[in-house]
């Protein structure tokens, strides 16, 4: 099996196998070039990102700089923002949905390393996707760790470092990220 194959299943797999890193190598000459445009070039950000993710909504901004691993990993919804300092890192399936913001210096991580010294020290790794619902809002310097499902409607708090999953209609903050509101229609 691939390592890409290994790595699409959550399996252990090395990240320096020569495919893995000719795809990273692609992200990254794509986000370089991205991350070089001015806001007066907004056509060709958009054909960059739209070369760069699996899937982007009709509408986004994201902030210069942006960083990912593949790019390829990641699809975003309609009406999608992130502000600056965006980390994706996509090893796994990153799934945002429609009209979610992120703040400054949000990020979104999916890939795990071993907690055994002795497997760590062979360099390989697995990954956990993570999904974001609709209408979302992660507040600036969040942290989204692998496997982290958030519902629609959930507002993550600045410098919240989330763990685990939550479902819809939350405000959640804290390290690790506990709810500390329900959402209501009249809020």
């Not at 994706?88 to 979610?100: F, K, P, R």
């Not at 939550?166 to 405000?171: M, R």
Request: glycine share 10%; net charge negative.
């Amino acid at each position: 099996m691939s390592e890409l194959n290994k790595m699409r299943l959550g399996e252990f797999y090395d990240p320096n196998d020569d495919s893995l890193c000719k795809m990273r190598a692609h992200a990254r000459a794509l986000f370089e070039k991205y991350n070089q445009t001015s806001h007066e070039q907004s056509q060709l950000r958009v054909e960059l990102i739209t070369e760069l993710f699996a899937k982007v909504g009709q509408k986004f901004v994201i902030e210069p700089t942006f960083h990912c691993d593949y790019g390829k990993n990641i699809s975003i919804g309609e009406n999608f923002f992130a502000n600056f300092g965006c980390v994706i890192l996509d090893c796994a399936q990153v799934s945002i949905g429609d009209n979610c913001f992120i703040g400054p210096q949000v990020g979104i991580y999916t890939a795990c390393h071993p907690l055994s010294p002795i497997k760590r020290n062979r360099m390989i790794e697995y990954a956990k996707a993570v999904s974001i619902g609709d209408n979302c809002w992660i507040g600036g310097h969040a942290t989204i760790n692998p496997g982290v499902v958030l519902g629609d409607n959930v507002v993550v708090g600045s410098g919240a470092v989330v763990t685990k999953s939550f479902g819809d209609n939350v405000v959640i903050a804290g390290n690790p990220a506990k709810v500390i509101r329900t959402i209501t229609e009249d809020m």
